[in-house]
Structures are given as C-alpha cells and as structure tokens.
C-alpha cells in the first residue's frame, strides 16, 4: 500500500491538474492523463459534465480506462469514446476511438448502477474504428 501511496503524491507532482485519488480512480486519472497527453487533447474544466477533454476542434470526448475487466460503463453524453487497455506496467493501447453515440446504440442501461454498459469484444466490432 506504501508504494501505491507513494506513487500517487509523485504523480501528484508530475501532473497536478489530475487529482490522483483513491485506489479506484488511479486507473481513469492515468487513462485521462494518457490519452489527453497522446492525443492532443485539453482537459475538460472541473464540473464538465459527460465529457472528460475536448478536441482540438472543440468536440468533446468521454476517456475511459481499462485495466482487466469485461465490460465498460458510462453516463453523459459526449461526442467522442476513447478507451484505452492499460497494462500493469503503465503501457496501453487503443481499444476504441470513436462516435460516443455508436457506442451507446449497442450497450445495455443498467438501473441499478444508472449507466450503460458495453462489453469490451462489442466494442471492437463498431464500425468505424478510429478517430472520425
């Protein structure tokens, strides 16, 4: 736990706009840091609702980070998805770059979490893979 710990107040340091809080939001504030940073993006101001950065071109985009689970659940609206995989050394890749409403055509809503949910073999299946 130490080293956890320890290495959230260092990414503290070399990222402070990103809170880096609590063990269950270390992974979607180091996919949001990652992909802002990769692809060019600008962080959403705090309280921006549905949408965690924003293209160049001002559309909006919903990040989401995913280390080993089956599935991916989301609330809002947004123009843009991105889910990137992350691996336990920090690597990643792309999972899907693409139009937020395609996305959300094919989940399922769960009531009992409030949000949708898409299974990650779904999600590469959406045609168009790739930025739009």
Wanted: hydrophobic share 40%; charged share 20%.
């Amino acid at each position: 736990m130490a080293t956890l710990f320890s290495a959230q107040n260092a990414l503290r340091e070399l990222a402070s706009d990103f809170r880096w809080a609590g063990l269950g939001n270390l992974l979607g504030d180091y996919g949001e840091f990652v992909a802002i940073e990769a692809y060019g993006l600008e962080k959403a101001p705090a309280g921006a609702n549905g949408y965690d950065a924003t293209m160049p071109d001002g559309r909006t985009v919903q990040i989401k980070a995913n280390h080993a689970a089956s599935q991916i659940g989301f609330r809002g609206e947004a123009d843009l998805l991105l889910v990137l995989k992350v691996d336990t050394d920090g690597s990643w890749e792309e999972i899907y770059f693409g139009s937020f409403a395609a996305v959300k055509t094919v989940s399922r809503y769960s009531a009992r979490d409030n949000k949708h949910m898409v299974a990650i073999t779904k999600l590469k299946t959406i045609d168009p893979p790739g930025l739009p």
